[in-house]
C-alpha cells in the first residue's frame, strides 16, 4: 500500500495497480515476503533498471473488465490524460485531475456508464461491457471531510443506498446519534421488505433502469435536484452546528441528527411516491404499438405518441 498524493486522484477498476515500489520509502507498507517470495520461487519479473515490476509478478495481465474503468476515471478526471482506449495500456494510478473535483463530480462518476464511448452498453446494446454504474451496485458512499471542523464531526459521508444511478445521496455527519427508522432496519433474509429504505431504493432503480429513457430520465432528474439542494445547503447546517458544538456538543449532535433523519425520511417517502407514480407509468404505457393512426389518410404517424416519465413531485 503506498499513501496518496493530497494532489492527485486515483479512479481504477478493481485491477492491480503498483508496479514498483520502494519498500524504504515514506508513506509506504507492505508484507515481509512480498519481495521475496515471489523471488525464491522464481516467478519474480524485473524491469529494465533492475526493479522488481509488483505488477507484472503478481498479475501480469491486463482486462478490460477492470482496466476500462481505469480509462472512463482519466476520461472523467483529466481528459487531457486519457486518449482513446488501448487494452494493452498500465493506465497511471495516481494522477492530477484536470480541474478541481467536486462532491457532484464523484456522484456522477459512481453513474457512469461510458456514455458517448463505445463501450456504452446501453448505446451499443452490448451485454458484455463492465461499468461503473452497474446495476448491482448494492451501495455507494462519498467521504468528505472538512480540516477546519471539531475532530468528531469532521467527516461527512455522502451515502447512497441501492445503485446510484437511479438512487440518491444523503449526507451523514459523524457526530449523528440516530438514522431514520427505514434506515436502521437490517434483515439476514432476502426477500422483499419496502418498509427497508435499501430495497424501496432498489425496486425504484430496478423499475426505472427498464428504460432509462422514458423511465428513468424523470427519476434522475428528479434526484439530481434533491442533490444539488442538499449540496448547496449543507454547508450552512455544519456552520450551525460548529458553532453550537463550541457550547454543548450534545446540542450539535442532536442538531444534526434531526437534519439527517428528516432528509433520509423526505427521501424515503419520496422514493415510495416515485415507485408508485412510475409503475402507473408503465402500466398506462405497456403498449408495442407506438404511433398513433389516422383514420382520415389511413397512415400511422410519423413521431411516437409517448412521453418519457416526468415526477408530480416537487421538492421543497
Same mark, same amino acid.
Given at each position: 500500500? +503506498?499513501?496518496?498524493? =493530497?494532489?492527485?486522484?486515483?479512479?481504477?477498476? $478493481?485491477?492491480?495497480?503498483?508496479?514498483?515500489?520502494?519498500?524504504?520509502?515514506? #508513506?509506504?507498507?507492505?508484507? &515481509?515476503?512480498?519481495?521475496? +517470495? &515471489? %523471488?525464491?520461487?522464481?516467478?519474480?519479473?524485473?524491469?529494465?533498471?533492475?526493479?522488481?515490476?509488483?505488477?507484472?509478478? @503478481?498479475?501480469? $495481465?491486463?482486462?478490460?473488465?477492470? $482496466?476500462?474503468?481505469?480509462?472512463?476515471?482519466?476520461?472523467?478526471?483529466?481528459?487531457?490524460?486519457?486518449?482513446?482506449?488501448?487494452?494493452?495500456?498500465?493506465?497511471?494510478?495516481?494522477?492530477?485531475?484536470?480541474?478541481?473535483?467536486?462532491?457532484?463530480?464523484?456522484?456522477?462518476?459512481?453513474?457512469?456508464?461510458?456514455? #458517448?464511448?463505445?463501450?456504452?452498453?446501453?448505446?451499443?446494446?452490448?451485454?458484455?461491457?463492465?461499468?461503473? #454504474?452497474?446495476?448491482?451496485?448494492?451501495?455507494?458512499?462519498? !467521504?468528505?471531510?472538512?480540516? *477546519?471542523?471539531?475532530?468528531?464531526?469532521?467527516?461527512?459521508?455522502?451515502?447512497? !443506498?441501492?445503485?446510484?444511478?437511479?438512487?440518491?445521496?444523503?449526507?451523514?455527519?459523524?457526530?449523528?446519534? *440516530?438514522?431514520? =427508522?427505514?434506515?436502521?432496519? *437490517?434483515?439476514?433474509?432476502?426477500?422483499?421488505?419496502? =418498509?427497508?429504505?435499501?430495497?424501496?431504493?432498489?425496486?425504484?432503480?430496478?423499475?426505472?433502469?427498464?428504460?432509462?429513457?422514458?423511465?428513468?430520465?424523470?427519476?434522475?432528474?428528479?434526484?439530481?435536484?434533491?442533490?444539488?439542494?442538499?449540496?448547496? %445547503?449543507?454547508?450552512?447546517?455544519?456552520?450551525?452546528?460548529?458553532?453550537?458544538? /463550541? /457550547?454543548?456538543? =450534545?446540542?450539535?449532535?442532536?442538531?444534526?441528527?434531526?437534519?439527517?433523519? #428528516?432528509?433520509?425520511?423526505?427521501?424515503?417517502?419520496?422514493? $415510495? /411516491?416515485?415507485?408508485? %407514480?412510475?409503475?402507473?407509468? +408503465?402500466?398506462?404505457?405497456? *403498449?408495442?404499438?407506438?404511433?398513433?393512426?389516422? @383514420?382520415?389518410?389511413?397512415?400511422?404517424?410519423?413521431?411516437?405518441?409517448?412521453?418519457?416519465?416526468?415526477?408530480?413531485?416537487?421538492?421543497?
Amino acid at each position: 500500500a +503506498v499513501r496518496m498524493p =493530497e494532489d492527485r486522484v486515483a479512479v481504477y477498476g $478493481n485491477q492491480f495497480m503498483l508496479r514498483y515500489l520502494d519498500p524504504e520509502a515514506e #508513506g509506504v507498507l507492505h508484507s &515481509p515476503g512480498l519481495f521475496t +517470495v &515471489p %523471488e525464491e520461487a522464481g516467478l519474480a519479473v524485473y524491469g529494465e533498471d533492475g526493479r522488481m515490476d509488483l505488477f507484472r509478478t @503478481y498479475a501480469g $495481465n491486463l482486462s478490460d473488465y477492470g $482496466n476500462r474503468r481505469t480509462w472512463i476515471g482519466h476520461r472523467v478526471l483529466a481528459p487531457s490524460t486519457a486518449g482513446e482506449y488501448d487494452g494493452s495500456t498500465r493506465y497511471d494510478l495516481f494522477y492530477a485531475p484536470d480541474k478541481k473535483v467536486s462532491v457532484n463530480d464523484l456522484m456522477a462518476l459512481t453513474r457512469n456508464r461510458f456514455e #458517448g464511448t463505445a463501450f456504452s452498453p446501453d448505446e451499443t446494446g452490448r451485454g458484455d461491457l463492465r461499468v461503473i #454504474g452497474t446495476e448491482s451496485q448494492g451501495t455507494a458512499h462519498i !467521504l468528505q471531510v472538512f480540516d *477546519d471542523l471539531p475532530a468528531a464531526m469532521r467527516a461527512v459521508g455522502w451515502l447512497c !443506498l441501492a445503485n446510484a444511478e437511479h438512487s440518491v445521496y444523503l449526507p451523514v455527519s459523524s457526530l449523528i446519534t *440516530d438514522t431514520a =427508522e427505514s434506515f436502521r432496519r *437490517d434483515s439476514q433474509e432476502r426477500s422483499y421488505q419496502p =418498509e427497508m429504505a435499501s430495497i424501496a431504493f432498489k425496486r425504484l432503480c430496478a423499475l426505472a433502469e427498464q428504460d432509462r429513457a422514458y423511465y428513468g430520465a424523470g427519476v434522475r432528474n428528479y434526484w439530481q435536484g434533491m442533490e444539488d439542494k442538499l449540496l448547496a %445547503e449543507y454547508p450552512s447546517v455544519l456552520t450551525r452546528a460548529a458553532g453550537m458544538y /463550541a /457550547a454543548s456538543p =450534545e446540542d450539535a449532535a442532536e442538531y444534526l441528527t434531526e437534519y439527517t433523519t #428528516g432528509a433520509q425520511e423526505k427521501a424515503f417517502k419520496d422514493a $415510495n /411516491a416515485l415507485f408508485e %407514480e412510475l409503475l402507473w407509468y +408503465v402500466m398506462d404505457h405497456t *403498449d408495442t404499438l407506438k404511433y398513433s393512426f389516422s @383514420y382520415d389518410t389511413l397512415t400511422m404517424g410519423d413521431t411516437p405518441t409517448q412521453a418519457p416519465f416526468v415526477p408530480s413531485l416537487k421538492l421543497d
